[in-house]
């Protein structure tokens, strides 16, 4: 099983400043087949990269993802005051996982 | 684009079974694999299982081997997950997710499952 392990566990900062999340897999994720997903109080995860690095339909620009090797990176460029939430990485490969998730909090 | 609805919440004795339905809206499920995804009261997402509807190929995750059973009817565009031998530490919201290698791009509401005596 391929573990993720998602840092910080939280995050604060403000709107308009940048976030950076990380995400270590502990082995190569086949073809990076991995995500980002948002998570809000009450709701479903919604997509946001998939493939390490291409936006899902519809996710701003302000979103971008990376890999270098086994370390995955999302980047939030200026925070909205709807971006702060849940985020989660997850391999979607031949059995799934997900990370711990990041809580990305107003300072 | 196909929305995925899923059956109401239940409530369920420790020792019994659960089925949650999610069913395709507007669309079919094509040949997209669809997945059980549940997160427990304040903890993280954990894939359970998944179906490919068209081909019926199964995965399951090796901590529901044995009590997860993941099925499809094609003629009504609905996937089903049944979970038996309920306890305490089952109680979660159960997604269905479409995903394919494009991530998992469609979920379900999510239904609450609570097990309790």
Same mark, same amino acid.
């Given at each position: 099983e391929i573990v993720l392990t998602q840092s910080p566990g939280t995050l604060s900062l403000s709107p308009g400043e940048r976030a950076t999340l990380s995400c270590r897999a502990s082995q190569s994720v086949n073809s990076n087949y991995l995500g980002w997903y948002q998570q809000k109080p009450g709701q479903a995860p919604r997509l946001l990269i998939y493939g390490a690095s291409s936006r899902a339909t519809g996710i701003p620009d302000r979103f971008s993802g990376s890999v270098s090797g086994t370390d995955f990176t999302l980047t939030i460029s200026r925070l909205e005051p709807e971006d702060f939430a849940l985020y989660y990485c997850q391999q979607y490969g031949s059995s799934p996982t997900f990370g711990q998730g990041t809580r990305l909090e107003i300072k | 684009q196909v929305q995925l609805v899923q059956s109401g919440a239940e409530v369920k004795?420790?020792?019994?079974?659960?089925?949650?339905?999610?069913? +395709?809206?507007?669309?079919?499920?094509?040949?997209?694999?669809?997945?059980?995804?549940?997160?427990?009261?304040?903890?993280?997402?954990?894939?359970?299982?998944? %179906? %490919?509807? %068209?081909?019926?190929?199964?995965? &399951?995750?090796?901590?529901?081997?044995?009590?997860?059973? %993941?099925? +499809?009817?094609?003629?009504?565009?609905?996937? &089903?997950?049944?979970?038996?031998?309920?306890?305490?530490?089952?109680?979660?919201? &159960? &997604?269905?997710?479409?995903?394919?290698?494009?991530?998992?791009?469609?979920?379900?509401?999510?239904?609450?499952?609570?097990?309790?005596?």
């Open positions: - | 004795k420790p020792g019994s079974s659960v089925k949650v339905s999610c069913k +395709a809206s507007g669309g079919t499920f094509s040949n997209y694999p669809i997945n059980w995804v549940r997160q427990a009261p304040g903890q993280g997402l954990e894939w359970m299982g998944r %179906i %490919i509807p %068209i081909l019926g190929i199964l995965n &399951y995750a090796q901590n529901f081997q044995g009590r997860v059973t %993941i099925t +499809a009817d094609k003629s009504t565009n609905t996937v &089903y997950m049944e979970l038996s031998s309920l306890r305490s530490e089952d109680t979660a919201v &159960y &997604y269905c997710a479409r995903g394919g290698t494009l991530g998992f791009d469609s979920w379900g509401q999510g239904t609450l499952v609570t097990v309790s005596s």
